[in-house]
């Protein structure tokens, strides 16, 4: 049974202010994901709005190419500080163009007032014309679209096979596109795009396959550090550290447009500087808005080099247990099982850091780096690295809703056999 992790904000003195993890928290107004289906260049796209103090307000437009799986970035001119956003997404293959570009149209709103608003139009680097318009006017409130979430984790992470931290991409409200009103327009270079749907969609669901999220909350848990020499680290990422009464870490909070994301450790990690050889480890979670999100064990072993004055410790993080859904929608529920690619994801992530440090010092060097691993998980990882070799996170959650709709169709062509009914004869 994990122990209850309670945050503690008493900062004693401590000999050492270093502490080995880190905590970057954004935030993101709001966002349209669409999926594309046998289009020659592109898998997909996604349309954000950031109102941020230090990146700026605009938009970012993320278009994923089929050939190689990596992201192309376009950003307007409107960001004064656009490159501080650049690493707070850990994309899959990797990024490829980040570009400010001029937009001719760049409109998205979701709101309880006005629903889903979007009109998009620019032009990517080989010139073409991208535009993506569409109007559900549905308020976006849980009182008025029954597939509203109370809090969605974006599997993201699972396709990402070197990633430079453990990003949690967590949506506040989540729901799809609803197909009353106009149909949406998108176009590539004049030509529409054939997109993902959902099965039934048009009379069962009422709802089309274009995912729409706002109040996003993005964390990133110790983003990898090549080499560091600095007992102020944390600065840059407006975090806490909240240390006990003898200055050892607790734990780390951080917040961004009134939410609040805290790392906790479930007892208080070693001051390496009083500590010449020790092994210690525990248990540690990572919650959202009160919500838990991951949770998993750290280790932490120091070995003295007497001849060198020396001491150096290897630190890991492992994660244990992924995100499990709670507060879900009925139709979300049944669109998107969820199977390892959508909640088991981080469970196959592993964050190792060496430090070393000289003998009565207090800013030790540090490097880490996350890592993919295989662990126990048997087939739901190899399950999860196969389809990410050959889809994108959109066709996860396509194939995934496909394979439970047609369950639920055949369940109930049982029913009507067994039974007699003729309520499936339309």
Request: with cysteine; aromatic share 10%.
């Amino acid at each position: 049974m994990e122990p209850t992790l309670q945050p503690c904000n008493n900062i004693g003195n401590s000999r050492s202010s270093f502490c080995p993890f880190s905590l970057k928290m954004t935030h993101v107004d709001c966002m349209i994901n669409i999926e594309f289906v046998n289009h020659p260049i592109y898998t997909g796209l996604e349309i954000q709005r950031h109102d941020d103090e230090i990146a700026g307000t605009g938009l970012l437009v993320f278009l994923q190419r089929k050939l190689n799986n990596i992201t192309d970035v376009y950003y307007e001119s409107t960001f004064h500080n656009p490159f501080s956003l650049k690493k707070s997404f850990s994309l899959g293959k990797g990024l490829g163009v980040w570009k400010k570009q001029q937009f001719v149209f760049a409109t998205l709103d979701v709101s309880a007032e006005t629903g889903v608003q979007a009109n998009v139009m620019f032009r990517d680097i080989d010139g073409r014309l991208i535009h993506v318009q569409m109007n559900d006017d549905t308020p976006f409130d849980p009182h008025q679209r029954s597939g509203m979430t109370h809090g969605f984790l974006s599997p993201i992470g699972a396709a990402n096979n070197k990633p430079s931290s453990l990003q949690l991409i967590y949506m506040k409200q989540f729901d799809l596109v609803r197909r009353a009103g106009a149909v949406p327009i998108i176009e590539i270079d004049g030509r529409s795009v054939s997109t993902g749907h959902v099965p039934l969609e048009r009379c069962l669901w009422g709802t089309r396959l274009i995912k729409v999220a706002k109040d996003l909350i993005v964390v990133q848990l110790n983003p990898k550090i090549r080499k560091i020499n600095d007992e102020t680290h944390h600065g840059h990422f407006q975090s806490i550290v909240h240390r006990d009464n003898h200055g050892h870490v607790q734990g780390i909070s951080a917040e961004s447009h009134g939410h609040c994301a805290t790392f906790f450790l479930d007892r208080s990690f070693p001051n390496s500087i009083d500590l010449e050889e020790t092994r210690e480890d525990g248990s540690w979670r990572v919650d959202i808005d009160g919500d838990r999100i991951v949770s998993g064990t750290w280790e932490y072993e120091a070995v003295s080099n007497s001849t060198e004055n020396t001491t150096e410790a290897k630190i890991q993080l492992r994660v244990t247990r992924g995100w499990r859904p709670n507060g879900l929608s009925w139709m979300i529920k049944m669109l998107f099982p969820f199977g390892s690619t959508l909640k088991d994801w981080p469970e196959t992530y592993r964050w190792v850091s060496y430090v070393q440090w000289n003998r009565g010092e207090t800013n030790p060097a540090m490097v880490s780096h996350w890592e993919r691993i295989s662990g126990d998980y048997g087939s739901s990882l190899l399950e999860a690295d196969e389809k990410t070799s050959t889809c994108s996170t959109g066709e996860h959650l396509r194939h995934a809703s496909q394979k439970s709709m047609q369950s639920i169709f055949f369940t109930l062509m049982r029913l009507q056999r067994n039974r007699g009914s003729h309520y499936l004869s339309e």
